[in-house]
């Protein structure tokens, strides 16, 4: 069966530990990563004995091959030389079936022994554990102000919140913080004066009672309505809504679902939900009267 090599994204990276006490010389076919590390790249659809073909063959009956991939290490010798010996059909197993997608690590140690995890780990580019310090090992523990404790997670909470305080930080950083505050002040002047103005131009139509005019204060109603970006355009409802409470009259201009209840766009206007109030919507149909909804 012929394998046409793909791309990285679909291939099985296996890599494969050699004891010291075997001696083993591998083609160039083969990239040494380490010492005594191999590192092949294999289709999904490659086989075992395709790996058995290119390390193994001259080893069978010397060697124990463990799949070092999970805990605990599996003897695979087995499924290499006498469960799936074929390339093809019914004796034959996939690496992606055997669990090597996308990786698998392999260790080959003379037969009878048992596989060295350290060397797995040391092999690995993770849990480099000289790359930690005895004094940040804490079991079922957090350092608070220097000092190892038996910690509340509130107390891990305002730990983490003071690690981000303005007083911890370099100078650099503080810049960069007031930058960013000023630009989100300046952005949020601008959105705010923006729909001021279209406010205004709103309310200036208001009487006048053309048709043409009141398209062009439909399409600003549009414009200054907010509401969740994520609904389509053609399933919004824009609604001019003036509340009238015990203070002056607000209006409030938002966009709803056309799915969306009364009652969740009463929830929705959080100026009008005061505790121990009752609400209720009109709907004007002409200057002078208005519908109740139910």
């Known amino acids: 069966k012929k394998h046409i090599r793909s791309d990285n994204m679909n291939q099985c990276r296996v890599r494969i530990l050699v004891s010291e006490e075997l001696k083993i010389t591998l083609d160039n076919s083969h990239v040494l990563v380490g ?23 001259t080893m069978n009956g010397n060697i124990s091959i ?63 554990q000289a790359n930690i310090r005895d004094d940040e090992i804490r079991a079922s ?38 930058c960013r505050k ?12 923006y729909h001021a103005g279209l406010e205004e131009r709103i309310n200036n139509l208001d009487d006048n009672k053309s048709s043409a005019s009141k398209k062009v204060q439909k399409m600003l109603i549009r414009s200054r309505c907010t509401g969740m970006k994520k609904l389509k355009v053609q399933d919004r409802v824009y609604l001019r809504i003036a509340i009238i409470g015990k203070g002056p009259v607000k209006e409030v201009f938002r966009y709803f679902s056309r799915q969306d209840t009364i009652s969740r766009v009463l929830e929705s206007l959080s100026e009008a939900n005061e505790p121990s109030q009752e609400i209720e919507l009109l709907v004007s149909v002409s200057p002078n009267s208005f519908r109740r909804l139910p």
């Open 35 to 57: 010492k005594n590390s191999f590192v092949k790249q294999y289709d999904t659809d490659a086989t075992l004995r395709h790996v058995r073909d290119d390390f193994f063959n």
């Open 182 to 193: 000023s630009n989100l002040r300046e952005r949020k002047a601008k959105e705010d004066a």
């Open 66 to 128: 463990w799949d070092c991939t999970l805990y605990p290490p599996k003897d695979i010798t087995d499924w290499l030389f006498e469960q799936w010996p074929d390339r093809s059909g019914s004796r034959a197993k996939t690496l992606y079936d055997a669990g090597c997608f996308p990786s698998a690590i392999w260790q080959v140690v003379p037969k009878g022994l048992q596989p060295n995890l350290r060397s797995v780990t040391e092999d690995s580019q993770y849990n480099k």
């Open 141 to 178: 523990k957090v350092e608070i102000l220097g000092q190892p404790v038996n910690a509340k997670p509130s107390q891990v909470l305002n730990e983490v919140k003071e690690r981000f305080h303005d007083d911890n930080v370099d100078e650099e950083t503080k810049e960069a913080i007031l």
